[in-house]
């Protein structure tokens, strides 16, 4: 099955510097990769996706690469605040349909810290 | 949007009671749900893809004795822990896709047992 890392597990950074988080996959079907931010005792909220047919999508400071050759991508945050402060998930599904449930499994998460 | 609501949203059960928690999509139909567990600091891990209609899907080391899931219509699906124990205590949080599209998940329930 599907086995998603992600690192680091925690990442400090000034306010207004970047922050990259990293994770790497190992089903190569894989085709939906998205990324959620988790504040404390709250749902998952979708920040960025991105599929296996592009290498890149961005969104105002919210950046994610995909390298499907490498089965790796990454979320770059820019101009970073402190209510980025949060943790951090990525994921990785087959999608759904045509006998796929679309599972998601996630990565173990990334505590970041975005310092004033 | 799609929404999907959880309920409750916290219980605390004393130990060897059954606790249900629900789940439902509330804006559209879901053939297909997915029960997370999440300790403190830690994952979301998947438990299991209830399907509707049909027998849920749990992932290895998942006992489905004890984590009964029933998902007997296209909107709502249910995670019954049986004799629940203080280490089932935990946020247990469900999600549903709407074809090829971002999940959404529901608020999520913080289970602790006494």
């Known amino acids: 099955g599907e086995n998603v890392e992600q690192h680091p597990s925690t990442l400090s950074v000034q306010e207004g510097d970047s922050a990259v988080i990293k994770c790497t996959y190992s089903?190569?079907?894989?085709?939906?990769f998205p990324w959620y931010k988790q504040e404390l005792g709250k749902r998952p909220q979708l920040i960025i996706d991105?599929?296996?047919?592009?290498g890149e999508k961005k969104d105002q400071r919210i950046a994610v690469t995909l390298n499907k050759t490498a089965k790796h991508f990454s979320l770059h945050i820019t101009e970073t605040q402190p209510e980025d402060s949060a943790v951090y998930f990525c994921?990785?599904?087959?999608?759904?349909?045509?006998?796929?449930?679309?599972?998601?499994?996630f990565g173990q998460g990334t505590t970041l810290q975005v310092k004033p | 949007g799609a929404v999907v609501s959880q309920h409750p949203s916290w219980v605390i059960c004393k130990s060897g009671t059954s606790v249900k928690i629900e789940c439902r999509s509330l804006d559209f139909q879901a053939t297909t749900m997915f029960w997370y567990r999440q300790f403190p600091k830690q994952s979301l891990m998947l438990m299991a893809t209830s399907n509707e209609g049909s027998k849920a899907t749990y992932e290895q080391g998942v006992e489905k004795d004890k984590f009964l899931i029933n998902h007997a219509s296209l909107t709502l699906s249910t995670l019954t822990v049986t004799s629940a124990h203080p280490e089932d205590s935990s946020f247990y949080i469900c999600?549903?896709?709407?074809?090829?599209?971002?999940?959404?998940f529901g608020q999520g329930t913080r289970l602790t047992v006494v």
């Open positions: 999600s549903a896709r709407v074809s090829n599209t971002e999940a959404f």
């Open positions: 089903d190569s079907a894989s085709n939906y």
């Open positions: 991105i599929r296996s047919n592009v």
């Open positions: 994921a990785a599904t087959r999608g759904g349909g045509s006998g796929n449930t679309g599972k998601l499994i």
